[in-house]
């Protein structure tokens, strides 16, 4: 049983990654490949970049890219042409411009909305038990009374 484990999750992992076997002559070019294909957001996927991605897209996208760096074409003119094409969305970090501005600041806003939340939930309790602490306040006299009733019921 271990053995068929071990062979799911070793299938499993080899085939979580995109297989890529194009390799460009020019060290440089492929440098830039790499740093391209990590750059750019798998559409189907969302949340992997066109590198991780197996999905025909990535696959078309990948060999795209590959085939713009044997032309000559540069970094940015080829996200030029990606974002032209399918717009900021592509790039997995788009650049901070109004339309993306909510894709920055909305964590840090959600953030601080959530610990803001905590703050005046913890706030409020401590007041509701610090006002418990007062209402239940008992004079020496009352507190007396007490004893002799609770020291009355443990005799019978």
Not at 27 to 55: F, G, H, M, W
Request: proline letters at 3%; a positive charge; glycine letters at 4%.
């Amino acid at each position: 049983m271990k053995p068929l484990i071990l062979l799911f999750l070793l299938t499993f992992t080899i085939s979580s990654h995109a297989v890529d076997s194009r390799q460009l002559s020019d060290p440089k070019q492929q440098e830039s490949y790499e740093t391209l294909t990590k750059e750019l957001r798998c559409l189907v996927c969302q949340n992997q970049t066109i590198a991780d991605s197996n999905a025909e897209l990535a696959s078309d996208l990948r060999r795209q890219v590959y085939e713009m760096l044997q032309q000559g074409k540069s970094e940015q003119e080829i996200i030029r042409f990606m974002t032209d094409r399918y717009g900021d969305f592509v790039l997995y970090k788009p650049p901070f411009e109004g339309k993306t501005s909510l894709l920055w600041i909305a964590p840090g806003l959600f953030l601080f909305m959530g610990l803001t939340t905590v703050f005046l939930v913890i706030r409020r309790k401590k007041a509701s038990a610090q006002a418990q602490v007062d209402n239940f306040d008992l004079s020496s006299e009352k507190q007396k009374k007490i004893r002799s009733l609770l020291e009355k019921g443990e005799l019978s």
